[in-house]
């Protein structure tokens, strides 16, 4: 009955989701290239190499953060199974992106199937997978139905339930534990995701907490920040990382106040989707403020960072850290990459995305989270002239996330002791 309803109900939702697709299709052309994949049609060069190995490892991830918690599982797996391949898939063309640098030559990259009984059934069928990875909160329920029924082990990696989904899964645990027993071991981060898991269905003795995956994701780039510095010159700079509209005017204000006491400070700004940087050189402009942008080869007094791979890089040369989509939007961006090279960091309000690792990183004293624009201007401006209470922080910060590493190989591990 439960897949009946399921079923009914995506058979309806799914024309309306059509013209979004259609539109991706239109303005992607990878994307449209591999449409087939979402009805598990894939091109010959992938059945081929599909059909040449046995004992395919399934791995499916979405957002830029899974994709790279992926990719480190998959390299910790290499290095305990030198030889296992891996089927890699996402449902995103940004996903797909990533996903080509985590993959290996003899690995195969595909899109996941549309959640219809017949296009997993067939996806499943062609790839033959010994074990089946998915990370964080990629339930796909006839995806997971029809994994379990071909007796196929299933994993969920990192997994967390975020304060908006928790009631709709708690209400809706007749229908979620059966999605959720059918996994063969959950992954959760954190004691309070692990109960929200619970109270949706899932039994007690499947849910094991093992803390973040992304505090072993995290890697410094010393060559991309060697880079960068030549572009950015010199002074202490200011970043803005991962930021959402209405940020990067709060930034430009505390920039214009930072300039009064430290006159050689820089302002490095990276939003979080590219496609808004022409929006944030606007904002930039009327500030006052001339822009410096790689893509066009401009120089400027605030650095715009506009192109792939860059934030890492950055985030190792700045002198203090600010990390968006926590003081105008909710949820937050990846706060452990900043910790992670030892420097002061600030959040805002809203970090409910990471709260197991806001967690850790503030029992350790490795971070500064504020309540709004004008407590975020007073500790940026702090952290400028009290070199003392900078270096003390950033150290607290490399500590909180060296004391939590280690998660992604136990996991690996205690997969590949059942997933054989």
């Known amino acids: 009955m439960k897949r009946l309803i399921y079923n009914a109900l995506f058979g309806v939702v799914y024309p309306f989701l059509l013209p979004g697709f259609l539109l991706r299709m239109f303005r992607r052309g990878g994307y449209r290239a591999r449409m087939g994949d979402r009805f598990a049609l894939y091109p010959q060069a992938i059945l081929r190499k599909l059909e040449s190995y046995d004992g395919w490892v399934w791995i499916h991830a979405v957002s830029v953060g899974e994709v790279q918690i992926a990719g480190q599982l998959m390299r910790e797996w290499r290095a305990q199974e030198p030889g296992v391949r891996f089927c890699f898939s996402t449902t995103s063309s940004t996903g797909w992106k990533m996903a080509e640098k985590e993959v290996a030559a003899d690995d195969c990259l595909i899109y996941n199937p549309l959640d219809f009984p017949s296009w997993v059934k067939s996806a499943i069928k062609t790839v033959r997978p010994r074990a089946i990875v998915l990370t964080e909160s990629e339930l796909w329920p006839n995806f997971i139905w029809t994994a379990r029924r071909y007796g196929i082990k299933l994993y969920l990696v990192n997994a967390r339930v975020s304060d908006r989904s928790a009631p709709r899964y708690r209400a809706a645990r007749w229908f979620f534990a059966s999605?959720?027993?059918?996994?063969?071991?959950?992954?959760?981060?954190?004691?309070?995701?692990?109960?929200?898991?619970?109270?949706?269905?899932?039994?007690?003795?499947?849910?094991?907490?093992?803390?973040?995956?992304?505090?072993?994701?995290?890697?410094?780039?010393?060559?991309?920040?060697?880079?960068?510095?030549?572009?950015?010159?010199?002074?202490?700079?200011?970043?803005?990382?991962?930021?959402?509209?209405?940020?990067?005017?709060?930034?430009?204000?505390?920039?214009?106040?930072?300039k009064a006491v430290r006159p050689d400070a820089k302002l490095v700004i990276a939003p979080r989707h590219f496609e808004k940087a022409d929006a944030v050189e606007a904002n930039i402009a009327k500030a006052g403020f001339t822009c410096a942008r790689r893509s066009k080869g401009t120089a400027g007094e605030v650095y715009l960072a506009d192109t792939t791979g860059e934030l890492m890089g950055l985030y190792g040369i700045a002198k203090v850290v600010f990390v968006g989509k926590s003081l105008c939007a909710h949820g937050s961006q990846n706060m452990i990459e900043p910790c992670l090279c030892g420097k002061p960091t600030l959040v805002g309000p809203y970090t409910e995305n990471f709260?197991?690792?806001?967690?850790?990183?503030?029992?350790?004293?490795?971070?500064?989270?504020?309540?709004?624009?004008?407590?975020?201007?007073?500790?940026?401006?702090?952290?400028?002239?009290?070199?003392?209470?900078?270096?003390?922080?950033?150290?607290?910060?490399f500590a909180a996330v060296e004391r939590r590493k280690g998660v992604v190989p136990k996991v690996v591990s205690a997969i590949r002791r059942e997933a054989k």
């Not at 991309?224 to 990067?248: F, H, Q, V």
């Not at 989270?369 to 900078?390: H, I, K, N």
Request: charged share 30%.
């Open 355 to 397: 709260r197991p690792v806001m967690a850790d990183l503030q029992e350790g004293g490795g971070i500064v989270q504020v309540a709004d624009a004008a407590e975020l201007e007073r500790e940026t401006l702090r952290l400028f002239t009290d070199d003392g209470a900078s270096a003390s922080l950033g150290k607290r910060a």
């Open 179 to 258: 999605v959720l027993n059918a996994f063969s071991r959950i992954f959760a981060q954190s004691e309070l995701d692990k109960s929200r898991l619970v109270a949706a269905g899932a039994e007690p003795g499947k849910v094991e907490v093992t803390g973040s995956f992304k505090f072993d994701v995290a890697r410094r780039n010393a060559a991309k920040e060697r880079e960068l510095a030549a572009w950015t010159g010199d002074g202490d700079i200011l970043l803005g990382g991962s930021t959402w509209p209405g940020e990067d005017e709060v930034l430009l204000g505390i920039f214009k106040k930072l």
